[in-house]
């Protein structure tokens, strides 16, 4: 079941014309949404802040905008099904939303981090990285790779060697009382999660530095963790590096996006 250009579709298959550009070059804009206590209106599902997202990148793109109440109205029809919900706008402004359901395994990992792997070839890394669009090519190249090394996230650095995000989100450092975070300068994506996490520290008074996170730097690190809209946050308890594997503690935040 998906919502597609105005309509319900109760099917597995998405037929596309054979010049359509999202299909030969990714051209779209995406975002991943999870949906709390099945309510758009939810604070943490931040469904405004996904819809700017989208709007964003379709104004830098010079494209159309979608039409915003049927966006909404797919939305609403999928999340009583799915707890996350992915929007996918065409150039055109047409409309595309899947659903799918939280990884069965997320608390165990909230719990116990996972194991990362540092890709380090120039291959592995996002073009246009501060959106969110179709040609995720390169992330998905290193998640496939790290899954090669029994680690379940990538790590994507720059041509200095400095450390960027992982596959799927942003990267958060803990040291001497003070969270770290990679800065935005670096070019990459400003997560939605990323931005409420660091709203929650600034208005609790807690040490936040956003910086440029150098290999000598992350060696300082107690711990790390990664976020996105969906996992919220997962410690990384051990990197793989080369032929170094770094291990580190959990660390948690004072709590998770979720307030429980």
Not at 156 to 167: C, K
Request: charged share 15%; net charge neutral.
């Amino acid at each position: 079941m998906f919502w597609y250009d105005g309509k319900l579709v109760d099917f597995n298959q998405l037929h596309l014309k054979i010049n359509e550009p999202g299909l030969l070059y990714g051209a779209t804009v995406f975002t991943t949404m999870r949906v709390y206590e099945k309510s758009l209106q939810h604070p943490l599902t931040s469904w405004q802040a996904h819809c700017d997202r989208i709007s964003q990148s379709i104004q830098t793109f010079n494209w159309q905008q979608p039409n915003w109440q049927r966006l909404q109205q797919g939305a609403e029809l999928l999340l009583a099904h799915f707890p996350i919900l992915r929007m996918v706008v065409f150039p055109d402004g047409r409309e595309w939303i899947t659903g799918r359901n939280l990884p069965p395994d997320l608390k165990q990992r909230q719990a116990q981090g996972i194991t990362a792997w540092v890709a380090i070839e120039p291959l592995f890394k996002r073009d246009l990285a501060q959106h969110k669009t179709g040609n995720y090519l390169g992330a998905y190249l290193a998640r496939n790779q790290a899954l090669n090394f029994n680690a379940q996230e990538a790590i994507l650095i720059d041509h200095q060697g400095n450390w960027l995000e992982t596959s799927t989100g942003n990267l958060w450092g803990w040291r001497d009382n003070c969270w770290y975070t990679p800065s935005l300068d670096l070019e990459i994506l400003p997560g939605i999660a990323r931005s409420r996490l660091l709203n929650f520290l600034q208005n609790n008074n807690i040490n936040i530095e956003e910086n440029i996170w150098t290999y000598e730097f992350v060696k300082t690190l107690q711990g790390i963790s990664y976020c996105n809209c969906v996992i919220e946050v997962v410690p990384i308890k051990k990197i793989l590096y080369s032929e170094n594997c770094m291990d580190y503690s959990i660390v948690n935040f004072p709590q998770t996006l979720i307030s429980r």
